[in-house]
């Protein structure tokens, strides 16, 4: 009689990440609340019991899946930000690509969109996400807000008040990805240019 094949032995941070890849695939189609530690296992082709030797309960491993799909993106971005010859225009322009490239065309798009329809339900793990990541992104935008006003570029300040609208064209594209992909695509790239063009006044010598 032939014998089950024996697990493959991982190297512990190549099993931290597959139990996080099964644990992302996991969330995603069944939603936070109802996907369980052994759902995530079985996926991953471990036992339970080597999960909670990397993560005490589903929402460490929520967590750490939400710094580390963001937390880079954010790093980069203010690496970006100390490059003084660029516009803050140009400045957001790469975070706008950086968001493109790095959470919304891969597998982590799915990830925003399960915060953004979850989150409500889970304040623990939303004030996680709050003070990890969204807060250093606004405080980000807000400098490079700031630093276009004092140079006299943005359409208007009350952008200031409000830096949280940067986000827009990045929620819209998660809504309309989850909901209405099927009817019809979403040109992010003409979205973005879109908003950038709404926010900073032409440079000198372009029509307005």
């Known amino acids: 009689m032939?014998?089950?094949?024996?697990?493959?032995?991982?190297?512990?941070?190549?099993?931290?990440?597959?139990?996080?890849?099964?644990?992302?695939?996991?969330?995603?189609?069944?939603?936070?609340?109802?996907?369980?530690?052994?759902?995530?296992?079985?996926?991953a082709g471990i036992g339970k019991g080597t999960v909670y030797l990397y993560f005490p309960d589903k929402e460490s491993l929520f967590k750490s899946l939400i710094s580390e799909a963001l937390g880079p993106l954010l790093m980069t971005a203010?690496?970006?930000l100390e490059e003084a010859q660029l516009t803050p225009?140009?400045?957001?322009g790469i975070f706008f690509d950086l968001l493109k490239t790095e959470i919304l065309g891969t597998e982590k798009r799915d990830l925003v969109q399960l915060m953004a329809m979850e989150m409500r339900n889970f304040p623990?793990?939303?004030?996680?996400?709050?003070?990890?990541?969204?807060?250093?992104g606004l405080a980000l935008i807000l400098r490079v807000l700031e630093r276009a006003e004092a140079r006299g570029e943005l359409r208007s300040t009350e952008v200031l008040k409000v830096p949280q609208v940067i986000f827009a064209p990045a929620l819209l594209s998660v809504i309309w990805n989850a909901n209405f992909a099927r009817y019809g695509d979403l040109d992010l790239d003409a979205a973005f240019d879109f908003y950038l063009d709404t926010l900073f006044?032409?440079?000198?010598?372009?029509?307005?």
């Not at 623990?124 to 250093?136: D, G, T």
């Not at 006044?201 to 307005?208: I, L, N």
């Open 124 to 136: 623990e793990i939303a004030e996680f996400y709050h003070e990890n990541i969204i807060r250093s």
């Open 2 to 43: 032939n014998k089950a094949p024996k697990r493959r032995s991982l190297a512990p941070e190549a099993r931290r990440k597959s139990i996080m890849d099964a644990a992302l695939a996991v969330f995603t189609q069944k939603g936070f609340a109802n996907a369980r530690i052994e759902d995530i296992a079985r996926h």
């Open 78 to 80: 203010h690496a970006r």
């Open 89 to 92: 225009r140009e400045t957001l």
């Open 201 to 208: 006044k032409p440079a000198e010598g372009e029509a307005p």
